[in-house]
C-alpha cells in the first residue's frame, strides 16, 4: 500500500512527464484516503482533463477531486459564437453522434451539451468532441440518453 506522500510524488511524477501539461508545476497535489486534489491553474480543458487522468493511473488512487482552473491565454480565448459553431461542425463531423439531436450553449467559453441520443458512447463522444478544442474552459454534459 502506498503512502499518501508516494501517491502524491507518483502523481506529480506522471503530471510532469506529461508532453500535454507543460506548466505542470502550477499544480499543487494532495492525497488523503486514497483521494487525490488536483488544484492551481492550466492553460486548456484538454489539459485540466490530462492531469485528472495522469492521477487516475497511479495505484493507490480511488478517487480524484479536480479542482483546476482553466486560464486562456489571449490567443486561445474565442468568442461565444464563434466556439458554439465549431463545436456544432465538430458534432457534425463526427459519424458515431446523430448532431441533429445534440445542441450547444456556450456561456464564458463554458460549453453546455444538451439533447437526447441513443447509446452512451453517442454522449461521450459528444463530450470528447468539444472538450478538445481551443476556447474551452469546462464542459457540462446534459445529453440524455434515451434507449431503456
Known sequence: MNTA???EDDVRAEVVADPRIPDAEEIAISTSDGTVTLRGTVGSFAQR???AADARKIQGVYDVNDEL???LLNDDR????????VALQMLMWDVEVPAEMVDVHVTDGWVTLKGDVDYQFQSDDAFDDVASLIGVVGVTNEIRVTTP
Do not use: P
Open 5 to 7: 506522500t508516494e501517491i
Open 69 to 71: 482552473q482553466v486560464r
Open 49 to 51: 482533463r490530462a492531469a
Open 78 to 85: 474565442r468568442e461565444d459564437a464563434e466556439l458554439r459553431g
